[in-house]
């Protein structure tokens, strides 16, 4: 209810949506959950790790008691690999986490550069508009507290969310910045437990 009211709403078809925060925040587990409850209703969700196993997602899923018939999850970071997945079997939903962690294996520069990041998302974006199905890139944010990579994505995409807290206390917020199907004036508060 609290993610579905900061998106103004719920999840749009063949939306892309940027969530940015600290590294340990949360950002990982409120997409699993996410994913969870969508596969729960019946759709089919990937979840794409660049940064953790599939055993540390686990671990995670089991404690978030987030398992379904419905919910794929892999570790890949080659975004031609990512697409062919895409293009063998429908998904409802889709969640790639981290978008720093995505290569194209044609682009000369490293994983995390800008320009990586720019073909990726681009790539993303192509993908979300053409199938219908809604995308979550997650970030990370810089020393300012702005979501890393080029400044361009924030146009690319249709939302830009930010997962805020002292890691120290159990609340998080989460508010837009950027919505192109809602309000930016709401934010949803989580309890991590």
Same mark, same amino acid.
């Given at each position: 209810?609290?993610?579905?009211?900061?998106?103004?709403? !719920?999840?749009?078809?063949?939306?892309?949506?940027?969530?940015?925060? *600290?590294?340990?925040?949360?950002?990982?587990?409120?997409?699993?959950?996410?994913?969870?409850?969508?596969?729960?209703?019946?759709?089919?969700?990937?979840?794409?790790?660049?940064?953790?196993?599939?055993?540390?997602?686990?671990?995670?899923?089991?404690?978030?008691?987030?398992?379904? *018939?419905?919910?794929?999850?892999?570790?890949?970071?080659?975004?031609?690999?990512?697409?062919?997945?895409?293009?063998?079997?429908?998904?409802?939903?889709?969640?790639?986490?981290?978008?720093?962690?995505?290569?194209?294996? *044609?682009?000369?520069?490293?994983?995390?550069?800008?320009?990586?990041?720019?073909?990726?998302?681009?790539?993303?974006?192509?993908?979300?508009?053409?199938? !219908?199905?809604?995308?979550?890139?997650? !970030?990370?944010?810089?020393?300012? !507290?702005?979501?890393?990579?080029?400044?361009?994505?924030?146009?690319?995409?249709?939302?830009?969310?930010?997962?805020?807290?002292?890691?120290?206390?159990?609340?998080?917020?989460?508010?837009?910045?950027?919505?192109?199907?809602?309000?930016?004036?709401?934010?949803?508060?989580?309890?991590?437990?």
């Amino acid at each position: 209810t609290e993610f579905d009211r900061v998106l103004g709403g !719920g999840i749009v078809d063949g939306s892309l949506i940027r969530m940015g925060g *600290d590294p340990g925040i949360g950002k990982s587990t409120l997409k699993l959950q996410v994913l969870a409850t969508l596969s729960k209703s019946k759709k089919k969700c990937l979840y794409v790790s660049g940064e953790e196993s599939i055993l540390q997602l686990s671990m995670r899923g089991k404690r978030l008691d987030s398992g379904s *018939d419905s919910l794929f999850i892999v570790a890949e970071t080659d975004l031609d690999s990512i697409l062919s997945m895409v293009e063998k079997q429908h998904y409802d939903a889709m969640v790639i986490d981290s978008i720093q962690t995505v290569f194209h294996p *044609d682009v000369s520069s490293t994983p995390g550069s800008v320009t990586q990041i720019r073909e990726a998302s681009m790539q993303f974006m192509r993908l979300a508009k053409t199938t !219908g199905i809604p995308i979550f890139l997650v !970030g990370h944010v810089t020393k300012v !507290g702005a979501i890393a990579g080029p400044r361009i994505m924030e146009h690319m995409v249709d939302t830009v969310l930010y997962f805020e807290g002292d890691k120290s206390h159990i609340f998080r917020i989460l508010r837009a910045v950027k919505n192109r199907f809602g309000s930016t004036n709401e934010i949803g508060v989580f309890e991590m437990r």
